[in-house]
């Protein structure tokens, strides 16, 4: 099945760049990795770079995109891909305020040290109350999820799989209770 979606994973030093999701789209105030829907006609690649671009306020020029890391389906197939940014392309970084409320880096030590926590998406009473209100947009949801608390910012869901398969992909060791 073709990807529907391609996501990013930028890292600078120890650290990956995630954005807060813009209060005015869809999934407002979700914790996600740039990147997005792809076009029709679109290759993966085209729509990540172009996502990218959009959201960070950067040119094509200004990164190299690896070829795709991984694809996963999660409800829906997407194509995960890898750079490694330098300062230059750190201190151009300029987020769209119309798709990114702001951007935040995610030290690889700092996963690392801190497990992945899983909840029962039936035990609702247990659940974060940010993430009760996340899974309002999402009522068909079941099973398990996997979240991070990050200076109180929730990854969760789909991010939450693709950190992990990072980490994994890099050979880096992680609590995982």
Not at 19 to 24: G, L, T
Not at 55 to 75: C, Y
Request: aromatic share 10%; proline share 8%.
């Amino acid at each position: 099945m073709r990807p529907l979606a391609a996501v990013l994973i930028m890292k600078y030093q120890d650290r990956l760049l995630l954005e807060v999701r813009a209060p005015n789209i869809s999934q407002p105030g979700e914790v996600c990795f740039p990147g997005g829907k792809v076009e029709a006609g679109e290759s993966t690649l085209a729509a990540v770079v172009r996502e990218s671009c959009e959201e960070l306020g950067l040119s094509p020029q200004d990164f190299e995109v690896k070829v795709p890391l991984m694809r996963l389906t999660h409800p829906r197939p997407i194509e995960v891909y890898f750079t490694e940014i330098s300062m230059v392309t750190y201190h151009k970084i300029n987020p769209a305020p119309a798709e990114v409320e702001e951007i935040f880096w995610l030290p690889l030590s700092w996963l690392k040290a801190h497990p992945v926590e899983i909840f029962d998406l039936a035990q609702t009473k247990n659940l974060p109350t940010t993430l009760q209100g996340y899974l309002k947009n999402y009522p068909l949801l079941s099973g398990y999820v996997k979240t991070w608390e990050y200076k109180g910012r929730l990854i969760w869901g789909l991010t939450a799989q693709i950190i992990q398969n990072f980490l994994r992909n890099e050979g880096i060791k992680y609590d995982k209770r």
